[in-house]
């Protein structure tokens, strides 16, 4: 699933250390203000995809 849906080969989602939450469009400055709250999310990934949907990891220190 991960390649159908063009994400990269060493994807934390397949390791079971990524999430994309969905919520209510109207909801995403609060989701982010969370995010930004979690400190392994913050020391982790964070990306926001051309969709506007969420991204949050635990692996290395990056955002997009």
Do not use: C, M
């Not at 060493?10 to 390791?15: A, E, I, P």
């Not at 469009?25 to 990934?45: C, K, M, Q, S, Y």
Request: no cysteine; net charge neutral; aromatic share 6%.
């Amino acid at each position: 699933h991960n390649r159908n849906v063009g994400g990269v080969s060493n994807s934390q989602h397949l390791y079971g250390k990524a999430a994309d939450p969905i919520v209510n469009p109207a909801l995403r400055d609060t989701l982010d203000e969370a995010i930004n709250d979690v400190p392994a999310f913050v020391h982790g990934g964070r990306g926001r995809y051309p969709n506007g949907g969420r991204h949050v990891d635990i692996g290395p220190e990056r955002t997009w």
